[in-house]
């Protein structure tokens, strides 16, 4: 298996790297047996707990997934879609007729983790801006939606209502950037405590997560974001035409 070698990044990035892209050229297939951690080191010349970490991170990715006392093989890719509908959670639910109350969670600047980091092209020391906003409709809590950006992306954006304003006209409007297109893909989401209660703490503990990445018309990635969504009242549906849409229901009460 070819390396990729980079004096720039972490050993660990580098067999995440190296794994990813032997899966995305199909040099690695679904169900491929992969090399055990030991193999891993000595191919690396690097420690288990480097090798573990960068395994780690491709099992929480879904790239790959364990079988005690059988080693790691290489999971089916996750549902993906790619589309040229920029996704707006107020827009759809008041296409519904339904009002949506928004409540500003928290915004603040961070430190971006290799994720976020390597979705938005960021290298140190950039920082990237945090949002994460609560949907409310009908009294009740419907969605949990974080979003990343870069720090540099807008002078003004974290001093803007973002209660009542949503962030692709702010982008628009505020930071002079035209939204060109999502990609957007589907999860089984693992949900903490904290997450569970500012949804509700819902009856049936049903979620989705819909992740994506906004682009904009220089086809440069601009946001990265994660709406976690009570699967008890929402259901996402795709259209002939491959649009995402999303789906108010009361059906489980």
């Known amino acids: 298996m070819d390396h ?18 032997a899966m995305q050229e199909e040099r690695l297939k679904p169900y491929d047996l992969l090399p055990s951690e030991k193999e891993l ?7 288990r707990s480097t090798v573990r970490k960068a395994m780690d ?3 929480d990715r879904g790239k790959i997934f364990r079988v005690p006392g059988k080693g790691s093989f290489v999971a089916f890719p996750k549902i993906s879609h790619q589309t ?3 996704l707006s959670f107020s827009e759809k639910m008041k296409a519904q007729g339904l009002e949506v109350e928004t409540k500003l969670i928290l915004k603040e600047i961070i430190d971006p983790g290799e994720e976020i980091a390597a979705t938005l092209n960021l290298t140190k020391p950039a920082r990237a801006l945090k949002i994460q906003r609560l949907r409310i409709v009908k009294g ?3 969605a949990l939606q974080t979003a990343f950006m870069p720090a540099n992306i807008c002078k003004n954006l974290m001093q803007e209502d973002l209660e009542t304003k949503s962030l692709n006209r702010l982008f628009e409007e505020q930071c002079n950037i035209r939204l060109s297109r999502s990609d957007v893909w589907i999860e089984a989401p693992i949900v903490s405590k904290k997450e569970k209660l500012l949804l509700g703490n819902p009856r049936v503990p049903l979620f989705l997560a819909v992740v994506g990445v ?3 018309e220089n086809d440069t990635p601009v946001r990265f974001s994660r709406g976690l969504l009570r699967g008890d009242r929402i259901r996402l549906k795709i259209s002939d035409s491959g649009v995402f849409e999303l789906d108010y229901s009361t059906l489980l009460g």
Request: charged share 20%; hydrophobic share 30%.
């Open 4 to 21: 990729v070698e980079n004096s720039y990044i972490t050993k660990h990035r580098q067999i995440i790297e190296t794994l990813t892209a």
């Open 41 to 47: 080191c000595d191919q690396w010349q690097t420690s």
């Open 57 to 59: 991170q491709l099992a």
């Open 84 to 86: 040229s509908q920029i």
């Open 140 to 142: 009740e809590p419907m």
């Open 214 to 216: 906004t682009f904009d």
